[in-house]
């Protein structure tokens, strides 16, 4: 199993910042793309940004001028840092990867989530 410990969410004023840490940990651990999603009340959950093993990073139009997704390949770990931040981009933030372990298959694996609130 893929296990996936997410940090760094809470409450910020609009125009702040925040930065998203998710750690992934599992025996001989592969990994293909690790990213964020987010899901607002009443809305569907939606792409952030991913990245893949190769390096190539996705975003979503309306986060792309303000959100910046690193990745640690030796620690596994991927870094979201939010800049800018609205009130519209309040939302539980879970961390997501498509991956396996030694003795696994690949799965998608997501996070328990990371509540971000943009209020003043």
């Known amino acids: 199993q893929v296990q996936l410990v997410e940090s760094g969410g809470g409450l910020v004023q609009p125009g702040g910042s925040l930065r998203l840490t998710c750690a992934a940990s599992?025996?001989?651990?592969?990994?293909?793309?690790m990213g964020w999603y987010r899901q607002a009340p009443g809305q569907q959950r939606e792409l952030v940004a991913t990245?893949?093993?190769?390096?190539?990073?996705r975003y979503a139009d309306s986060m792309k001028e303000r959100f910046t997704l690193s990745r640690d390949n030796a620690k596994n770990t991927v870094y979201l840092q939010m800049n800018s931040l609205k009130p519209e981009d309040t939302a539980v933030y879970y961390c997501?990867?498509?991956?396996?372990?030694?003795?696994?298959?690949?799965?998608?694996?997501w996070g328990q989530g990371t509540q971000v609130t943009v209020s003043s």
């Open positions: 997501y990867t498509y991956a396996k372990t030694f003795d696994d298959t690949w799965s998608a694996y």
């Open positions: 599992g025996s001989g651990l592969s990994i293909v793309v």
């Open positions: 990245v893949a093993s190769v390096g190539t990073t």
